[in-house]
């Protein structure tokens, strides 16, 4: 007989990694709280059609990647259905949200979820069948303010905060608008004919998708592809006068608390219900599938499968990403401190405790050095002990603006103390 495994796509995850899933979890709940969401769980089997129309049946999770199946009736009372294993939650979340009313208090609803989906795709490094994701969801009536560019922003910056917590470093923000609902149709039909002399020319995928969803041909990762995409229409230019200004106003925001992030206009997302602000935070260290998490706001939702009118913004990070990055990390940096503070002379010892202690106060990992080192040495032991080095000279006390230097990237900046924290969190 053949020993029995884990299927395809699927696997068992162990101690002592499991330990690395929980922390990622509890850091995850933790953040969430402090933002005021609450937890939600819903089935992980779901209607098919609860996908089939919340997902949209052109893009490629429902036309491609469910795991459906035709229940059987039981009884005389039951009908057999079709029912699917939930590829993404936001659907369940927002079905969840009519069939209990929970619009009718008035008041936003902050949802998160921890829990497994299910696709049928190509397994590889960062790409599993079952998979895992955190996610959250913002939802409520207009009345609530659930369309406010403050939410996508409070999100946004949540996301930052939590990345920071922990301990990823050199995450990227990547942020477009898709537009309104009336404003999609008017793009796609742009992009519609532009694609129509040039999809010849691409890939089977993009030849199919030009005529059954244009815009899944943007995210089309084939590099021969690249040059015709690059050339295609651009979302920016067909967005109406509001959905530009809610965008505007997103970037306002973000730039305000100091959340950096970069605008890609062919950022559209695989998933048919987001309209205006979509977002992707990525990583360099995880190589091809390189999203650490994906979002945007789905204004529409709730009134395609049946609900009223209840506009919201959500996201789901992969949790199997979240620990490979983690993992590769640890492997790179070993047992890396975040900082090392260093006073210049004896004189700086009692600030630099002070220094050392604030940081350690916020989260981070500090290792504390000593004034009777000549700035040589200190440089030596930092780089041996930490990511960072932090140089606290009579200056520097003064004046609150301190000398911090990358040892990886071998850059040496001014920051000023308030800025401290957050330099010495990204990457
Ligand atoms: P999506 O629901 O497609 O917007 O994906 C959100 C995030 O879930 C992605 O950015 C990935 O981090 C993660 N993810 C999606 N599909 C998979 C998968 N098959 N395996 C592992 N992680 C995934």
């Known amino acids: ?81 079709s029912l699917t294993l939930r590829p993404e939650n936001t659907a369940g979340v927002v079905r969840a949200y009519i069939e209990h009313k929970l619009g009718e208090t008035g008041l936003l609803q902050k949802l998160y979820y921890i829990g497994p989906q299910f696709r049928r795709e190509r397994p590889q490094k960062g790409r599993y069948r079952q998979f895992y994701q955190i996610g959250a969801e913002v939802i409520g009536p207009p009345s609530a303010g659930s369309e406010s560019p403050l939410r996508d922003a409070e999100v946004l910056e949540m996301l930052a905060t939590l990345l920071d917590e922990l301990g990823i470093h050199g995450w990227k923000l990547v942020l477009n608008s898709v537009g309104s609902s009336s404003d999609r149709p008017r793009y796609v039909a742009a992009l519609r004919e532009a694609l129509q002399d040039k999809a010849l020319q691409m890939c089977v995928d993009c030849q199919r998708r030009a005529e059954t969803n244009p815009l899944r041909v943007l995210d089309c990762k084939v590099p021969e592809d690249q040059p015709i995409i690059e050339s295609l229409p651009k979302i920016a230019d067909y967005l109406d006068e509001d959905s530009r200004a809610h965008f505007a106003a997103v970037c306002a925001a973000l730039d305000a608390c100091g959340v950096k992030y970069e605008v890609n206009p062919r950022l559209v997302r695989g998933l048919d219900y987001y309209t205006r602000t979509t977002f992707e935070f990525t990583h360099g260290g995880l190589g091809a599938q390189n999203a650490l998490l994906g979002g945007g706001r789905y204004d529409g939702l709730s009134e395609v499968i049946g609900g009223p009118k209840a506009p919201g913004i959500g996201f789901a990070m992969g949790e199997d990403r979240l620990v490979l990055t983690l993992q590769a990390q640890a492997a790179q940096h070993g047992k890396l401190a975040d900082a090392y503070v260093a006073p210049v002379g004896e004189a700086q010892n009692a600030a630099a405790l002070d220094l050392a202690r604030e940081l350690r106060r916020a989260g981070l990992q500090v290792e504390l050095g000593d004034g009777s080192f000549r700035v040589k040495k200190s440089f030596e032991i930092g780089n041996k002990l930490a990511r960072k080095i932090v140089l606290l000279g009579e200056d520097e006390v003064k004046s609150g603006i301190l000398t911090v230097k990358d040892f990886a990237k071998g850059e040496q900046v001014k920051v000023a103390r308030a800025e401290l924290v957050t330099v010495l969190r990204q990457g």
Request: glycine share 4%; net charge negative; proline share 4%.
């Open 1 to 81: 007989m053949s020993t029995l495994k884990a299927v395809r796509g699927t696997r068992d995850l162990l101690p002592p990694e499991t330990g690395l899933w929980n922390f990622v979890e509890e850091t995850a709940r933790r953040v969430f709280a402090r933002y005021n969401f609450w937890e939600i769980r819903t089935p992980i089997f779901e209607e098919t059609q609860l996908f089939t129309r919340g997902v949209g049946e052109e893009t490629d999770i429902v036309s491609k990647e469910m795991y459906t199946w035709e229940d059987r009736a039981r009884a005389q009372s039951e009908k057999s259905q």
